[in-house]
């Protein structure tokens, strides 16, 4: 059974940083596509960053040069990092892997990141 365990969401100042931390359960993070996605309230859920299994990393144009996702292959676990965060980075942030080869989407059941002005 696959399981997606974040952590690390809270409450920051306009400017701050947070780490984001999935780990997982019953999937190798190294041998599948995984990223992180968000949903901000009123909005549909958009992609923030991904990583292939060749470590190859793409970025939303709204979060590069500020965020960047890493994994640890020992640990299991995907990491986001978010430096200088905004107000508009505020959401619902939520891990994924895309496992097989029909791409079959496993979530997380998301950390909340609020950042106020």
């Known amino acids: 059974q696959v399981q997606l365990v974040e952590s690390g969401g809270g409450l920051v100042q306009t400017g701050g940083s947070l780490r984001l931390s999935c780990a997982a359960s019953g999937i190798i993070f190294s041998d599948n596509r995984v990223g992180w996605y968000r949903q901000a309230p009123g909005k549909q859920r958009e992609l923030v960053a991904a990583?292939?299994?060749?470590?190859?990393?793409n970025y939303a144009d709204s979060v590069a040069g500020r965020f960047t996702i890493s994994r640890d292959n020992a640990k299991n676990t995907m990491y986001l990092q978010m430096n200088s965060l905004k107000p508009e980075d505020t959401a619902v942030y939520y891990c994924?892997?895309?496992?097989?080869?029909?791409?079959?989407?496993?979530w997380g059941q998301g950390t909340r990141v609020t950042v106020s002005s």
């Open positions: 990583i292939t299994t060749r470590g190859n990393e």
């Open positions: 994924n892997a895309r496992v097989g080869p029909g791409l079959y989407n496993y």
